[in-house]
């Protein structure tokens, strides 16, 4: 009766293990008469996301990096006017539409409100910083490519 039960079982394992790989399951599993019986792929593709997820500590760097050029930027903080035009958000900043064109703004220039004074860069999209005001612009704090923090001076308009 065993030998029977031990064929049964064998040939029900061969058909899941067909089912799992017709199906591209991951696991099967029945249960028949009492037994239950389960098969599965081996878990080598479990692995797989995490290098997937891998440009995530690629963030980490620059994370790291952010805080020293904001340290290196404090002291330009504590200077910058109280008028200076401050960052919506975290990001790199650019002078210019294109790399060697000419910047949006240079000091002395005149600007009227809307006008773009320069972008930010953030996750790929650049987003631009525009005057909240007509004036004369007195100061560009940040540097061109100089990765920025939110509510760090950019540029003071007065």
């Known amino acids: 009766m065993s030998t ?9 394992v061969r058909e899941l ?7 591209d399951l991951g696991e099967v599993e ?15 593709m479990a692995p797989t996301p995490a290098p997937i997820y891998a440009p995530a500590p690629v963030a980490a ?9 904001a340290a290196a930027a404090a002291p330009a903080a504590a200077a910058a006017p109280s008028n200076a035009i401050t960052s919506p958000m975290v990001g790199t900043v650019y002078h210019s539409a294109e790399p060697g064109s000419k910047p949006f703004v240079t000091v002395g ?14 996750m ?13 612009v007195k100061e560009i ?18």
């Open 30 to 44: 029945v249960e028949h008469e009492g037994l239950r019986i389960r098969v599965s792929k081996a878990t080598s």
């Open 61 to 69: 760097p620059a994370a790291i990096a952010a805080p020293v050029s």
């Open 109 to 122: 220039d005149k600007v009227k409100k809307g006008d773009t004074l320069m972008l930010i860069e953030a």
């Open 4 to 12: 029977s039960k031990s064929k049964l079982d064998a040939s029900l």
């Open 141 to 158: 704090i940040a540097a061109d490519a100089q990765p920025v923090e939110f509510g760090e001076p950019l540029i003071v308009i007065e």
């Open 124 to 136: 790929k999209t650049f987003n631009p910083v525009e005057a909240p005001a007509a004036g004369t």
């Open 17 to 23: 293990a067909a089912i799992l790989r017709e199906a």
